[in-house]
């Protein structure tokens, strides 16, 4: 038998074999080398098992482990050889061998002669119950009985291992107060005795807890702390990679999620238990990137490693996918409404968070009408997580709406909208904020189908619940300390990149570091936490009509495929079906391609473009309307030349995202009267109109060649009464946050503008495509112009398609002449289009422009 110090040798070496594997592997190979009895032998095959599997290596793993089993079996010491089952009974757990797992762990518990070793089985076993079988009962009744061991030995190494494990299974279960208390008594336990493997782990735990409160951006952040201290350790956690996937879809980042679970699978080395985890991870966020097919085919692979594994609680996740993936692709049979019943139900039994979607995928494919998936759907109501809370509300809407009961309808509507407010609220970052609106569209459209044929000024309320939501929150300012170095750096590979490109240089390495960066960036955004304040406000339909006044406001509204305008005009309030929603954007589209002949001087029948997206914009609401107009379209339709409109030809008009931005704008004073002009290289024109424009306002800021840097421009920005903004401009369809304008020093992008502290109260953006906005999410927008309405700017004149250089600075001109008279931007806009009457090139460009706000 081993005295003190064996015992202290073997517990260093095992513990080492998590936390430094490459030393333990050394030290351990030493250890066999010298020789030794049979016990040293056994702990040194023991270490040399737990290292290859933590590489991913099973097989090798269960070689050194079953050679380790044969030495303690002949050392006589019993608690030894129940150490080394233990061990062994994971490492089958994670080849998918789970009966052979619970033999040897059965086995252990019969050996184990002290309290500490038998504690140590049983958290062991609780791991396998849990994190492999998802048996949450029976692991925490394995983890509490453990506890009580290690602690009546004095174990604190496996009291922190323990309570780290209680809290996942805490937290499991909603009990997220419980889940945290644990861990962090852990992760102190771990740091006091050195065990940094370990406090990686619990730190790992605590952005789980995060998630399971709601907090995405703590999670974020605490997931990538996690991922620096595992590859500093050169630990290889894929569970990390799951669990990072889980998050990025609930922030709406499918195609982040997908990627994560693919660059782990491309780097090899998994256990089968692991491999079929990350393809069914892996399946559920290619079902949320659009992309059935291959979901579908990773979710069937990992049911059937699954059953391989008799992992019956993850096969029937992979069953829910297979059912939802197969419905998605329009290959679902007639056994489909069975099976998820059957999946529903099972998936509830076993409390998973799936259950409230799986309800919701058993109702859509019921026949009959079936409420009976609904009501169950409908209980998730009171879940720990708003948006699964919010899914609950859905449910509930669905059953009402099948009971003919709409108000009903518009309150569970009301209070799933609510949730989803609650969510957004935790979020800083704009683009998760757009995203968050897309849990909302099933709400939102249940809402709008309930209220069309009603009051029109009730289906306008209702539009407005979800219109525009993320850019009516209060925007969190970011700190320079939280983005200054990546900004930087960002910012120096784009002047790089620029240089490289007018040299004829090759930029392949440049873009890739570009990308790199950008992720960095983005990342950092997504973890910046929100302002807490999840209000929102009915909007004012009285102050609406009184704003209209004698002029007239219009908000598009798209129901079932149908385009409808609710026409706000001289005290009334009207709807007025249009027409298809596919008959608008084809319309969108042709005038897009008009614009761009037109810039280049080709011919391009503007005024048979103008009548067709009038039909298919405004149909009959065009003859009710009085100037000025002000319109709100559907998220697709903000890229439209309105100007091109006959009713809107000769009116000033501007366009909001949402009627309660607008009243938000007509209320906000400027914080003071300096006009800014900036203007960016590599111009055609060289900004020619601020050379016009400038001298006539001799207090104005005037930043022109090297002096048109980023910091510079922001500092003239902040608070400015009017800033014109001649430059380059970039919109990044792939990545709307990326949106950018070129200065003398690199780009100003989206996330710049949300550093500012004063909105620039009025700007002019005179370069192509300054105004193209991005539909993301579900009735959210994000680009240039929508960050500076985020952060407080009241209006922006911007273009939305390609325009002539040279006719762009007769245009600017005209637009300032109007502004220095005391026009507003729509105003301003409408003197430029009626100058620019008989010159096609300028009129064509001057339609290109729009007025965004007021």
């Known amino acids: 038998m081993p005295d003190a110090d064996g015992l202290a040798w073997a517990e260093g070496l095992l513990l080492m074999a998590l936390s430094d594997p490459p030393s333990a592997e050394q030290r351990a190979d030493a250890a066999l080398a010298a020789g030794g009895d049979d016990w040293h032998r056994a702990v040194a095959h023991q270490a040399r098992g737990l ?497 209209a006044g004698g002029g007239s406001f219009v908000e598009l509204i798209e129901v079932a495929g149908t385009l409808h305008a609710v026409v706000v005009s001289r005290g009334a309030v009207r709807r007025v079906k249009v027409g298809s929603v596919e008959a608008a954007e084809q319309a969108a589209t042709a005038a897009a391609f008009a614009l761009r002949q037109a810039a280049r001087g080709r011919p391009a029948r503007l005024a048979q473009v103008g009548e067709r997206l009038e039909r298919a914009l405004l149909g009959r609401a065009a003859g009710r309307l009085t100037g000025p107009v002000v319109v709100s379209p559907t998220p697709p339709l903000h890229g439209v030349p309105w100007g091109l409109l006959p009713s809107l030809a000769g009116v000033p008009h501007s366009i909001v995202p949402s009627a309660a931005l607008w009243l938000r704008a007509l209320d906000r004073p400027a914080a003071s009267d300096a006009r800014v002009f900036v203007s960016g290289p590599g111009l055609t024109t060289g900004g020619a109109e601020i050379e016009v424009v400038a001298p006539g306002h001799p207090d104005a800021v005037v930043l022109r060649d090297g002096a048109a840097t980023v910091e510079s421009s922001m500092a003239a920005l902040d608070g400015a009464g009017l800033a014109h903004l001649a430059a380059h401009g970039h919109f990044r369809a792939d990545s709307p946050l990326f949106s950018s304008l070129d200065l003398a020093d690199g780009p100003l992008a989206v996330h710049d503008f949300e550093r500012l502290e004063r909105a620039p109260h009025r700007v002019v953006l005179s370069a192509c495509d300054s105004g193209v906005l991005a539909p993301v999410g579900a009735g959210e927008l994000l680009g240039l112009v929508s960050s500076l309405l985020a952060i407080g700017t009241v209006g922006v004149v911007a273009s939305v398609a390609v325009v002539n250089d040279e006719a762009t600075v007769d245009v600017m001109v005209d637009v300032h002449a109007a502004l220095d008279s005391g026009a507003d931007l729509a105003g301003a806009l409408l003197a430029a289009r009626t100058s620019a009457a008989d010159d096609p090139t300028r009129a064509a460009t001057a339609a290109a422009f729009l007025a965004l706000g007021v």
């Open 51 to 547: 290292v290859r599997r933590e590489r991913g290596d099973t097989g090798a793993a269960l070689v050194e482990l079953e050679t380790a089993l044969r030495h303690a079996g002949a050392s006589g010491d019993g608690d030894r050889s129940a150490d080394v089952r233990a061990t062994l009974g994971v490492t089958l757990a994670y080849a998918g061998r789970s009966a052979d797992s619970m033999g040897q762990f059965d086995a252990a518990l019969d050996e184990a002669r002290t309290p500490t070793v038998r504690a140590r089985v049983l958290m062991r076993r609780g791991f396998v119950h849990w994190g492999l079988l998802g048996q949450a009962a029976a692991a925490l009744a394995d983890f509490e009985a453990a506890l009580v061991g290690a602690r009546a030995g004095g174990d604190r190494a496996w009291e922190a291992r323990t309570l780290n494990n209680i809290s996942w299974i805490r937290q499991s279960l909603g009990d997220t107060k419980a889940a945290e208390a644990a861990v962090l008594a852990a992760q102190l336990i771990f740091l006091d005795e050195g065990m940094l493997a370990d406090a990686a782990a619990a730190l790992h735990n605590r952005a789980g807890i995060a998630y399971q409160r709601g907090d995405l951006p703590a999670a974020l952040s605490l997931y990538d702390e996690a991922d620096r201290d595992y590859a500093r350790l050169g630990l290889d956690a894929y569970e990390l990679a799951q669990d990072r996937a889980l998050v990025f879809l609930a922030a709406g980042l499918p195609a982040e999620a997908a990627a994560v679970c693919a660059e782990r699978q491309a780097r090899g080395g998994l256990a089968p238990t692991q491999e079929a985890d990350l393809r069914l991870m892996r399946a559920l966020a290619l079902l949320s990137a659009g992309h059935p097919d291959s979901a579908l085919d990773e979710a069937t692979t990992a049911r059937r490693l699954f059953d391989e594994q008799a992992r019956e609680w993850f096969g029937l996740r992979a069953e829910y996918v297979e059912i939802r993936a197969r419905l998605e692709s329009g290959t679902s049979g007639p056994e489909a409404a069975a099976a998820s019943l059957a999946v529903a139900g099972r998936l509830e039994s076993e409390r998973a968070e799936e259950a409230a979607q799986a309800w919701l995928l058993a109702a859509r494919l019921a026949p009959d009408r079936e409420t009976g998936p609904l009501v169950h759907a409908a209980t998730f109501r009171s879940h720990h997580l708003p948006l699964t809370r919010a899914t609950g509300w859905l449910a509930e809407g669905w059953l009402r709406e099948a009971q003919g009961d709409g108000r009903g309808v518009l309150r569970a509507c009301r209070s799933g909208l609510d949730e989803l407010d609650r969510h957004r609220a935790t979020l800083g970052s704009s683009e998760l904020r757009a995203l968050a609106s897309r849990h909302g569209e099933d709400l939102a459209a249940l809402a709008l189908r309930t209220t069309v044929t009603g009051p029109p000024r009730r289906l306008l309320a209702w539009s407005e619940r979800w219109r525009a939501t993320s850019l009516s929150q209060p925007p969190v300012r970011l700190g320079s300390a939280q983005v200054a170095g990546p900004v930087a750096l960002l910012r120096d590979n784009a002047r790089r990149l620029r240089e490289a490109r007018e040299e004829g240089d090759d930029v392949s390495a440049l873009e890739v570091e570009r990308r790199r960066l950008e992720a960095s960036l983005r990342s950092r955004l997504h973890q910046s936490a929100g302002a807490g304040d999840p209000v929102s406000a009915p909007l004012d339909v009285p102050a609406l009509v009184s704003a």
